[in-house]
């Protein structure tokens, strides 16, 4: 999962929530230097990504990427299931997504004298670009994909990306609304996301 869904579902609690925003961003030995309930976000994110990992729907959506993105179709689909995520937003959550993401981005200002330093000084720049909204339509996807084609050190098919979306988004949207609710049924264990 991306961005907007890891913040869903960190269930409006600021600790939760700046552990598993920069639970990608951190090294074991910064670690330590964390308070509780902050490592207890990152524990949430990896519960995410396991889980997200080997649920059969997310699979199948993975297997239908695979012709075009190969082995790197786990990456697509992460990005653009945060795109059907955020199409399907009524249905996840009450609260309205414009409200939703200045919350967010409040908080994790409140809350970013706990994280990596270079996370720290990248998290400006990525507020003002509105980062949680970065899957919202194919001209925010066609960049997001440009920026992850850029960063990668490998051969890669991300530049289309958003083709794959239109050819297969019927099926992803099904998919994505399968796996889903699932998912956060399975982290109410952290926070209850359905409340």
């Not at 990596?116 to 909204?133: G, Q």
Request: overall charge negative; some cysteine.
């Amino acid at each position: 999962m991306n961005f907007l869904a890891h913040t869903l579902l960190s269930c409006k609690d600021p600790n939760l929530l700046a552990g598993n925003f920069m639970a990608d961003f951190i090294s074991q030995p910064e670690l330590k230097h964390l308070e509780p309930n902050i490592l207890l976000g990152i524990t949430l994110h990896k519960k995410i990504d396991h889980y997200t990992d080997h649920h059969p729907q997310v699979k199948q959506s993975i297997d239908l990427l695979r012709p075009t993105q190969g082995k790197y179709s786990p990456v697509t689909v992460d990005i653009l299931y945060d795109f059907f995520l955020i199409k399907n937003w009524d249905k996840y959550s009450a609260e309205n997504l414009s409200a939703f993401t200045l919350r967010i981005y409040e908080m994790l200002e409140l809350k970013k004298d706990d994280f990596p330093l270079p996370l720290r000084e990248k998290l400006p720049r990525m507020i003002e670009d509105d980062f949680l909204m970065s899957c919202q339509s194919e001209e925010r996807l066609i960049r997001t994909f440009t920026r992850v084609h850029r960063r990668a050190k490998f051969s890669n098919n991300f530049l289309s990306a958003h083709k794959d979306l239109e050819i297969h988004h019927e099926a992803m949207d099904q998919q994505f609304n399968l796996f889903f609710p699932d998912l956060m049924l399975h982290i109410t264990d952290f926070c209850d996301c359905h409340s």
